[in-house]
């Protein structure tokens, strides 16, 4: 008896007996983040070791931080957020962000992840306050998500409220620019903006940078070589035949020097008739396969930095039917390509499946994953936002 309980008290306190903290820390990091869950009920210092932050850091430096996908579906104070391994095609939710009982219908957010860490950024929605009912109004509000605490914050707001904007990230600061009021379901309406503002991390606090030149919303944003780049978008609009209204599609962009603060222009990337507007992008940010990549329709093109230009690089092995709610995202050095439309798996029950196509740029060579969601997804509405989570 008198063993047990001398045994229990060395094993209360250390990680592992007869090691160090800091190698029994290096230890638990090198395991994968799948089976975490089993190993946390084996004693209390691994419970506590294990849901440390500290582990984040360590699998980061040694180079074992595994990526996840985080779907948004729809409003997140409706349907709370999934996160997807694609190495066990596991799925986890999140809870359901904080919502105002006024205001419903959040479309056209960004959704960025630093660490265990995800943020929910602007958006449009409608508010019953205002009048009338059916005019969508810009959200400044922003959320973040710990997910290993599983909580909402919600932080400072954006000065100037916008959705469908750019958007990029960094471990100090988040950065916004252009946008407008329109909703997922008036793709006719809303005003948009120019402005950019940098979110400090560390103050909770928006500050304004240099605007764009002009209006540009539904846009996209990434960090490149201490560079933000803005580039696709739409500003103005005209009417076909004076009816149907239809947007004004940029084929250029801007780039802003994130150490001197200038704007510089970037030139058209495709001749004017070669396509209407900016596809799907993703960025593949290691080092070995690093790109940017676009999706039209079936098709996967390339950008070329020093021609401006962007080059067919592969075409889908599955036609994509339904384009407009095509999403691409990039993971593990890898491209995932899925849309709403409904699949059935033979090999599984019946329900629907969601079919990730994911083509690897390094091999040049596609494969298919197949995986059934925790929650069921209407194919009515599209995808709302995603993003890459690296723990």
Not at 121 to 145: T, W
Not at 166 to 186: E, K, P
Not at 226 to 248: C, H
Request: hydrophobic share 40%; net charge neutral; charged share 25%.
């Amino acid at each position: 008896m008198e063993t047990l309980r001398t045994r229990d008290k060395q094993f209360d306190g250390s990680i592992v007996p007869g090691l160090p903290d800091d190698l029994a820390h290096l230890c638990l990091a090198f395991v994968p983040l799948c089976h975490h869950g089993r190993l946390k009920v084996v004693c209390k210092s691994w419970h506590a070791a294990l849901s440390s932050k500290i582990l984040l850091n360590i699998r980061n430096r040694w180079k074992k931080a595994e990526e996840f996908l985080c779907i948004f579906r729809d409003d997140p104070s409706v349907a709370g957020g999934e996160i997807f391994d694609p190495r066990n095609k596991a799925w986890a939710l999140l809870p359901l962000m904080p919502c105002d009982l006024s205001t419903y219908g959040l479309s056209n957010f960004c959704c960025v992840a630093v660490g265990a860490e995800v943020f929910v950024i602007g958006g449009s929605l409608f508010d019953a306050r205002n009048y009338p009912l059916d005019k969508p109004l810009a959200s400044s509000a922003v959320f973040k998500c710990d997910i290993f605490c599983g909580s909402w914050k919600q932080l400072s707001d954006m000065t100037v409220p916008r959705g469908s904007f750019a958007c990029a990230v960094s471990d100090d600061f988040l950065i916004v620019a252009g946008g407008s009021s329109r909703h997922i379901t008036l793709p006719s309406e809303g005003d948009g903006v120019s402005t950019v503002e940098i979110y400090d991390m560390k103050r909770n606090e928006w500050h304004f940078q240099e605007g764009l030149k002009t209006i540009r919303a539904g846009c996209v944003g990434f960090l490149y070589n201490e560079e933000f780049w803005v580039i696709g978008g739409y500003g103005g609009s005209r009417t076909i035949a004076g009816v149907l209204p239809a947007d004004e599609h940029y084929r250029d962009g801007e780039i802003l020097n994130l150490r001197s603060g200038e704007w510089r222009y970037l030139q058209p990337m495709w001749k004017e008739g070669e396509r209407r507007k900016l596809g799907q992008v993703a960025i593949i940010e290691k080092d070995e396969s690093f790109g940017i990549f676009m999706l039209e329709g079936s098709i996967i093109f390339r950008y070329n930095f020093s021609a401006n230009v962007w080059i067919r690089e592969s075409v889908l092995p599955r036609k994509v039917f339904v384009k407009a709610s095509s999403r691409m995202v990039a993971l593990d050095g890898e491209l995932f390509v899925y849309s709403e439309e409904q699949y059935l798996d033979p090999y599984s029950t019946g329900r629907p499946s969601l079919l990730f196509q994911v083509y690897a740029p390094k091999k040049k060579s596609w494969r298919f994953v197949s995986t059934q969601p925790v929650l069921y997804h209407s194919p009515r509405h599209p995808w709302t936002a995603t993003c890459t989570i690296r723990l």
